[in-house]
């Protein structure tokens, strides 16, 4: 069965400076990974996905995603924090039993 | 393109009642997902249809979820009888039956609190 491992709850970090949100993950076969964001009240946004190709992944809203194959690791980063980036964010993965699997959450809190 | 649509969105019912939710993914989508997200927690899978069959129910406590998918379409929800411990935010999700590599899509959720 496939999991994921989001180990901070919660990523601090000042506006302007680069942020990375950390994922690695377990899937039997090739790992079809993806990022969600949830702000308060509202479902969960897609922000990009990990298929196969380039380890390094361009998504929504600047965000890009760094795939590590050897250290089974999806982390999400972001070369500039804004404020309004504040939000929870889920690590996703799907396996061959098309079942997608979420992580437990990070809290990103960009302060001004 | 419309998007996942959810009713209602709030919910509140008191422990023992029975409650049922609703959803019409996006037009198209033959894989329908329901999820529970318990405050402070990540989604946690209840149920995966494939047009109107199940894939996946593995989480779903049985005594007291049900949920269907008659047409393949719209798909319910219901929790009959509800415990306080069901208080969460339901979320409904679809997704193109086009391979692994297909994002899905969110409503915006039901919450619901027991009392």
């Known amino acids: 069965a496939q999991s994921v491992a989001q180990p901070e709850d919660q990523v601090n970090v000042a506006e302007g400076n680069p942020l990375t949100v950390k994922c690695t993950y377990s899937?039997?076969?090739?790992?079809?990974l993806f990022w969600y964001v949830q702000y308060p009240n509202r479902g969960l946004q897609f922000l990009l996905k990990?298929?196969?190709?380039?380890?390094l992944v361009k998504g929504s809203y600047g965000f890009e995603a760094e795939f590590n194959k050897s250290q089974t690791s999806f982390h999400l980063k972001k070369p500039s924090a804004l404020v309004s980036d504040s939000a929870l964010y889920f690590c996703a993965v799907r396996g061959l039993n098309q079942k997608l699997v979420f992580g437990t959450g990070t809290r990103l809190l960009v302060s001004p | 393109e419309a998007g996942v649509a959810q009713s209602p969105r709030y919910k509140i019912i008191e422990k023992r009642q029975s409650v049922a939710f609703w959803c019409n993914p996006i037009s198209g989508h033959a894989t329908l997902y329901w999820y529970q997200q318990i405050l402070g927690q990540g989604p946690k899978l209840l149920i995966q249809f494939q047009n109107n069959g199940v894939v996946d129910d593995s989480q779903l406590p049985k005594d007291r979820f049900s949920a269907e998918r008659l047409k393949g379409v719209d798909s319910t929800l219901k929790i009959q009888p509800a415990k306080l411990e069901d208080s969460a935010v339901y979320l409904c999700?679809?997704?193109?039956?086009?391979?692994?590599?297909?994002?899905?899509?969110f409503g915006q959720g039901t919450r619901l609190t027991v009392v």
């Open positions: 999700a679809s997704n193109q039956l086009t391979g692994l590599n297909t994002e899905a899509f």
């Open positions: 990990y298929i196969t190709g380039d380890n």
């Open positions: 899937v039997s076969g090739n790992p079809y």
